[in-house]
């Protein structure tokens, strides 16, 4: 038998258990980023955490951008600056502030929204047509945000946490269609390592101005620390390697797995109730999201 028709059966055998299992790992990895933003943000505040979290993520992404400089000319920075604003530091601020003030799965469950909010933006802003299946999707999205807003966890309102939650999602909506539209053609890792590097340079002076003064635990740091080399850094080296394997409508599937990693780490690890709102809300934005993926035939 020839090698080369014998070594194509053998791979697409490893990537029929290989894919899940990296897009599962992917998903509870995510789903960890907000179990650390819970630890950690109410020791470092919001915005000096984002800062912890984008400068260690662009320092493990650094080397893609070395290699691919070339491609990025100096007029191209502004550009990235702002993408990087968009569709980093802002929303991590946003989430972090979240995770202050609300359990670690209501951040997990509003980011679901991010990509149904990358179909409106595109419909809003840049003409893109929107199908009867992805207005359903909307409407019934935006249901499981004003359930999960009106829920209560021990007593207390989390509306605003969830508000914060949901602007973030709409702000990575934004930045999805300008990355898009403005930076194709690029290698995709160099572009996060860029945006991301230009975002932790536009938080630095608000996060020295905001700099705790009391000591910070152990366990604080370690979870800040994880947030910015696993969780964003490593996480989109393995998030773009899907995309070059199976193409980013599959990739995107891990976004199914994130609100249910989520809220299971913030159940095990930190006692966090589960709510009947949290369940239901849940389940309308992930069957929404579904919706929206779904092709049409």
């Not at 990087?84 to 951040?107: D, E, K, T, Y």
């Not at 469950?109 to 990509?115: F, G």
Request: net charge positive; hydrophobic share 60%.
């Amino acid at each position: 038998m020839d090698a080369g028709a014998a070594a194509g059966p053998r791979t697409r055998i490893a990537s029929d258990w290989l894919t899940p299992l990296e897009l599962s790992l992917l998903g509870a990895i995510w789903g960890a980023s907000f179990l650390f933003m819970r630890v950690a943000a109410p020791d470092f505040g919001a915005v000096p955490l984002v800062e912890m979290r984008l400068g260690l993520g662009a320092l493990v992404l650094l080397p893609f951008l070395w290699r691919a400089r070339g491609s990025f000319p100096r007029a191209m920075w502004p550009k990235l600056a702002l993408i990087g604003a968009i569709n980093s530091a802002l929303p991590f601020v946003l989430f972090a502030w979240a995770a202050r003030h609300a359990p670690a799965g209501i951040g997990a469950i509003t980011n679901s929204m991010a990509v149904l909010f990358t179909v409106l933006v595109g419909f809003l802003f840049f003409g893109e047509r929107i199908g009867t299946r992805s207005a359903v999707a909307l409407v019934a999205g935006f249901a499981g945000v004003l359930v999960l807003a009106a829920g209560k966890t021990a007593g207390a309102s989390i509306g605003w946490a969830v508000a914060a939650g949901t602007l973030a999602a709409f702000l990575y909506g934004i930045g999805a269609n300008l990355v898009r539209r403005q930076l194709t053609g690029l290698p995709p890792a160099a572009v996060a390592a860029a945006t991301l590097s230009c975002a932790a340079l536009l938080v630095l002076p608000l996060a020295i101005a905001q700099w705790p003064r009391q000591a910070i635990p152990a366990a604080s740091w370690l979870s800040a620390a994880a947030l910015g080399v696993l969780c964003t850094g490593i996480a989109f080296v393995m998030f773009y390697r899907l995309i070059q394997r199976i193409g980013s409508a599959r990739a995107v599937g891990v976004t199914y797995l994130v609100p249910l990693f989520g809220v299971a780490w913030a159940w095990m690890l930190l006692g966090e109730p589960l709510t009947w709102s949290m369940a239901v809300a849940g389940a309308l934005i992930l069957g929404s999201v579904a919706l929206s993926q779904r092709k049409a035939g």
